[in-house]
């Protein structure tokens, strides 16, 4: 009788063939071992959901010649992982077979939007499931054949058959009553030994009609599913080694965090840290299932250790970024102002189901940080009636996260010392405990980054 554990890769982790070796001996050392077995859930390969993307824009904008073009690129892309996986021709074969109905199915849906002249949410949660279903086919014939030895089984599971969501297409939400039910017989193979892979990110309403759940969403679809499945633990692996105090790819003395908090990982995440999925960690540790976040290309490596407490955490855990956000500044109309105009602006807020990244009002001014430029524009229709707004973009949002911030004194001082040279247009603090957030023009990030992370981390 084997204990499950959800193992989920990202894009990167599969992004060709001797990513999706090392995955494969990643399930071997690290999720199949006496009395545990796993549940492998894996995304696109690492720009797949890009692509498919353009393919129904360039579908849109009748440029139907190129989102051909464009499938078969990504029809020879998976061709030639499964080639370089160097299988046995008959399970090769078997492969190609099946991805070839997944091209041939994306093909239908470019000429649907040719004749419809419209991509619905619904068309366009169909195009997007080709990404996550290719990278398990791959995996599985090819983690089948590795295991055979072993006489181990493994099983593809569709996770359209189990993960069942709302009809919100594009932006689903999953249904955990239904997938636990649902679950319960891929459990009863697991348990008596058997490995089972799937995908993130996508799931299917009960009348069986494709749904995704949101960009990066298969940190999230590993959650629900071990939460369904009552794991004993979830590992996300990914392209570095846990939770770091601050992107890497930004600040190269960045370094992982052994242990984080599930608040500062989930703050972290909500400020734009893209290693884990926003929604991912809350469900998990009400549940009580420990989350690890390890590198798939170092497996040997420690990772993060998420805890349902701060005890045992340091007390700033990292710095979050995010590029590329608005500003909205509404002024009131009236003379003496706010309190209707507040009304107003969230009304228009919760309407349009936005929640700004940070708040600051004054007796007769409100600003917002908004997540996206579309964000700004639904804003701006909404309030333009009743308001004077001012907007500007090509800002980004920069927040120290950590349980210690809001009892330490001296924090806030450090922090605006490191951009002193910086022009500091909204700061907000307060609101949750464990962040200061600050934005600054777009192209001050790096610099600005630097500085605070040398003040936090490595002074
Ligand atoms: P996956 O495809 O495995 O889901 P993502 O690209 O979504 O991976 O997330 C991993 C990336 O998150 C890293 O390559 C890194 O650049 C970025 N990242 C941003 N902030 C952090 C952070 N604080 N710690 C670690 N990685 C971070
Ligand atoms: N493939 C999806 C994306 O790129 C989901 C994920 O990777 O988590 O958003
Ligand atoms: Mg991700």
Redesign the pocket.
């Known amino acids: 009788m084997s204990q499950i554990v959800v193992q989920k890769?990202?894009?990167?982790?599969v992004q060709d063939a001797p990513a999706m070796r090392r995955v494969m001996e990643i399930v071997k050392q690290h999720g199949i071992k006496r009395g545990i077995r796993p549940l492998v859930v894996l995304?696109a390969c690492?720009g797949v959901t890009n692509s498919l993307i353009r393919i129904g824009e360039l579908a849109m904008l009748k440029k139907f010649d190129e989102a051909h073009k464009t499938i078969t690129e990504l029809d020879q892309r998976h061709y030639n992982i499964v080639h370089d996986l160097k299988l046995s021709l008959r399970v090769e074969q078997e492969a190609a077979l099946e991805l070839r109905f997944i091209w041939r199915e994306l093909r239908t849906l470019v000429r649907g939007i040719e004749l419809l002249g419209e991509l619905t949410p619904k068309m366009k949660d169909k195009l997007l499931s080709a990404g996550e279903r290719a990278s398990t086919t791959i995996f599985a014939h090819a983690l089948r054949e590795h295991l055979s030895k072993k006489s181990i089984a493994v099983h593809y599971c569709d996770a359209r058959d189990f993960f069942i969501t709302d009809s919100a297409f594009t932006l689903a939400r999953p249904q955990i009553g239904e997938i636990t039910k649902r679950m319960k017989a891929h459990a009863k193979k697991m348990i008596g030994g058997a490995v089972c892979i799937t995908q993130g990110f996508i799931g299917a309403t009960k009348r069986g009609e494709t749904t995704t759940i949101g960009r990066?969403g298969?940190?999230f679809s590993a959650a629900i599913m071990g939460i369904a499945i009552a794991a004993k633990e979830i590992q996300i692996?990914?392209?570095?080694a846990?939770?770091?105090?601050?992107?890497?790819?930004l600040v190269s003395e960045?370094y992982a965090q052994p242990v984080v908090s599930f608040v500062d990982a989930s703050t972290?995440a909500f400020f734009?840290?893209?290693?884990l999925h926003p929604e991912t960690i809350g469900p998990a540790v009400e549940a009580g299932i420990p989350v690890r976040v390890l590198s798939s290309k170092q497996p040997t490596l420690k990772g993060t250790t998420i805890l349902t407490s701060s005890e045992g955490t340091s007390g700033i855990t990292?710095i979050?970024?995010k590029r590329n956000i608005a500003l909205l500044k509404i002024c009131s109309t009236e003379l003496v102002p706010v309190a209707t105009s507040l009304a107003m602006i969230f009304d228009a807020l919760s309407e349009h189901k936005i929640i700004p990244l940070a708040t600051s009002l004054s007796f007769d001014n409100a600003i917002f940080a908004l997540d996206s430029a579309e964000e700004l524009s639904k804003l701006q229709s909404a309030l333009r009636d009743y308001t004077n707004l001012t907007s500007k973009q090509g800002r980004a949002l920069i927040t120290l996260v950590g349980h210690g911030l809001e009892y330490s004194a001296g924090v806030a001082a450090r922090l605006f010392s490191a951009v002193k040279k910086n022009n500091c247009e909204m700061v907000s603090f307060g609101g949750s405990g464990n962040a200061i957030s600050l934005v600054i023009p777009d192209d001050e990030i790096e610099s600005a980054v630097r500085r605070i992370h040398k003040e936090f981390f490595t002074s």
């Not at 890769?9 to 982790?13: A, I, L, M, N, V």
């Not at 846990?242 to 790819?249: M, N, V």
């Not at 734009?272 to 290693?275: L, R």
């Open positions: 890769f990202g894009g990167t982790s995304s690492s990066g298969s940190d692996w990914t392209d570095v846990g939770i770091y105090t601050c992107d890497p790819r960045a972290m734009g840290a893209k290693v990292g979050a970024i």
